[in-house]
């Protein structure tokens, strides 16, 4: 059950688990790369949970809620599982800027476990934590574990016809504690089969170094719904055991 309570708390806030140290080149790849983007509308997307941890089936369920106003957004999520309740609640807010999204503050929370933040204080170019000493420079274009699927939202849906089945996206992702660079591959279309009906979607995912202990992130972005996420899976790398979240209901706001 404790696999379970890790594998889904992660994906339910779009997060992968954290790195446990600064790697020496972090600096090198930290991309600050400005690209066109387009915000998709403000909505509440309800989702279904499903996994199978040790031959045990287990169901549950989500809300991510979405809101892009005038040169400021928030996003949030929640998990819940039957007998165990929330699971998790993870928000993310900040203005928007030239590079996109420019998130102000990370809030991580996980059952049986203290709330933790990321801040990035704009003023003083520096990305900090409520656990630990770690600091980054922020160079811009940064997102943090919530911000970055609606980042890669508003860039697919600005780059259509460069965001194709082998191109690749690059980030610099914050977490609870720390940071590391991501890249996101396009994959290829595919139907998926939702709580409202079947979809077509571009499968994206971002994959991890062979013989990684790291949680691999799949998502499916739907372009003829806004390119929201209909589908998030996430795979534990070393033991196989997948967890997913597929969309149920969609409320414009």
Request: no cysteine.
């Amino acid at each position: 059950m404790n696999t379970l309570i890790k594998a889904t708390a992660a994906a339910l806030a779009l997060t992968l688990a954290a790195v446990p140290a600064v790697r020496a080149q972090d600096a090198a790849e930290h991309p600050a790369v400005k690209r066109p983007f387009d915000l998709p509308p403000s909505a509440d997307l309800a989702y279904a949970i499903s996994a199978t941890q040790r031959g045990l089936a287990l169901k549950g369920d989500a809300v991510i809620t979405w809101r892009a106003d005038p040169g400021k957004y928030a996003a949030s999520a929640e998990s819940r599982v039957a007998i165990m309740g929330k699971l998790t609640e993870n928000r993310s807010s900040g203005t928007i800027d030239s590079y996109g999204l420019a998130p102000a503050e990370f809030y991580d929370k996980r059952i049986r476990k203290e709330p933790v933040t990321a801040t990035f204080d704009r003023d003083a170019k520096t990305i900090s934590f409520s656990d630990g000493d770690k600091t980054y420079p922020i160079k811009g274009g940064e997102q943090d574990r919530v911000s970055i699927s609606w980042q890669l939202v508003a860039v697919a849906r600005a780059a259509k016809d460069k965001f194709k089945a082998g191109s690749e996206w690059k980030f610099f992702v914050v977490g609870p504690r720390d940071a590391d660079p991501w890249t996101f591959r396009v994959v290829g279309n595919e139907k998926i089969q939702t709580g409202m009906g079947e979809i077509e979607a571009v499968h994206v995912s971002r994959g991890t170094p062979p013989g990684s202990r790291e949680q691999t992130l799949d998502m499916w972005l739907a372009p003829g719904n806004e390119w929201y996420p209909v589908k998030l899976r996430f795979t534990e790398g070393d033991r196989g055991e997948v967890v997913e979240q597929v969309l149920q209901k969609i409320t414009k706001k």
